[in-house]
């Protein structure tokens, strides 16, 4: 258990639908990650949020967008759908700062688009 | 251009074997994590190595960090059943924003 947790478990949609993906931090991080993972392959950095704010971006279209709240709860947005977008979207929470720097992954979402 | 490299990508033992798992890259990393990630669920942390030439032990799990901290192995003794996953290394380079780069992942199967 990794107090990380990650609403709904499994989700379908259809291409061009919006989608909203939740998840709650360890208590006491401040920093959230996501991730996008294709089936059989390793995760790939989606953005960070650190303090309600973008801390960084991976290479991934402004259709990908997140926010996070005063509680460290953060979501993931996902415009414009498409077929490729189908994956386990995954959050890590973490402490900006800790040393060494280790991320706590939640269970994940899996998105469907059909 | 995947900055980790896994090896190899898919293992089959039987129970009771020995395996080697190695984690490539051409970067130096801050600190270097495995994970083990069973299916339809998130990555679990089994292991942070942060200096060169670390070695750091977990049961039957033995994990060293290269000397010039670009490279990893993992390697488990006596694997059971319950070792099958897919086991991913990550390397962060520190900074403003301390992403993990994720290798390619191993998919381990132990047979009974």
């Known amino acids: 258990e990794t107090g990380v947790t990650q609403s709904p478990t499994h989700l379908i949609k259809t291409r061009g639908q919006q989608v909203t993906l939740r998840c709650s931090s360890q208590s006491g991080h401040n920093t959230v990650s996501w991730y996008q993972q294709a089936l059989g392959q390793g995760p790939q950095f989606i953005f960070q949020y650190y303090r309600e704010e973008e801390n960084g971006r991976g290479n991934f279209p402004p259709r990908f967008s997140g926010l996070q709240f005063p509680n460290y709860s953060s979501e993931l947005n996902v415009n414009a759908l498409e077929l490729d977008d189908s994956a386990l979207y995954l959050c890590?929470?973490?402490?900006?700062?800790?040393?060494?720097?280790?991320?706590?992954f939640g269970p994940g979402t899996r998105l469907t688009v059909t | 251009t995947q900055l980790l490299e896994q090896s190899p990508q898919f293992l089959s033992i039987q129970e009771g074997e020995n395996l080697t798992v190695y984690c490539n890259s051409s970067s130096v990393f801050s600190s270097l994590q495995w994970y083990r990630q069973e299916p339809g669920e998130g990555p679990v942390l089994l292991v942070t190595?942060?200096?060169?030439?670390e070695v750091k032990k977990l049961k039957r799990l033995t994990f060293q960090f290269g000397d010039a901290r670009k490279d990893s192995s993992l390697h488990i003794t006596a694997a059971q059943t319950g070792d099958t996953g897919l086991y991913l290394c990550a390397g962060a380079w520190g900074g403003a924003t301390n992403k993990l780069i994720f290798g390619t992942g191993t998919l381990l199967a132990v047979q009974p």
């Open positions: 190595v942060v200096t060169g030439g």
């Open positions: 890590a929470s973490s402490l900006k700062g800790g040393s060494p720097y280790e991320q706590y």
